[in-house]
């Protein structure tokens, strides 16, 4: 093999799932939440409306739903003005 060529993908490290938020990917400890990631993204739980793979996730449920490998996360975050 020609130096400089290299055939390694790149990949989570073990123990982590890919997700996509707002269409960009990350890379979550596996058994994180949808607050963990909210958290990690520096976001209120307070301030936000989330939706993984099309269904919109109740705040209720944010510190106990586990993400999975593959969700598709839509955030969007509300903003105070007048």
Do not use: W
């Amino acid at each position: 093999m020609p130096f400089g060529h290299c055939t390694a993908t790149l990949r989570p490290m073990s123990g982590q799932i890919t997700v996509s938020v707002n269409g960009e990917t990350r890379h979550m400890p596996q058994g994180a939440t949808v607050a963990a990631l909210l958290s990690a993204i520096g976001l209120d739980t307070r301030k936000v409306a989330v939706e993984r793979n099309e269904e919109i996730v109740p705040r209720s449920t944010y510190a106990t739903l586990a993400l999975t490998e593959g969700d598709t996360l839509e955030i969007v975050h509300f903003i105070g003005g007048g």
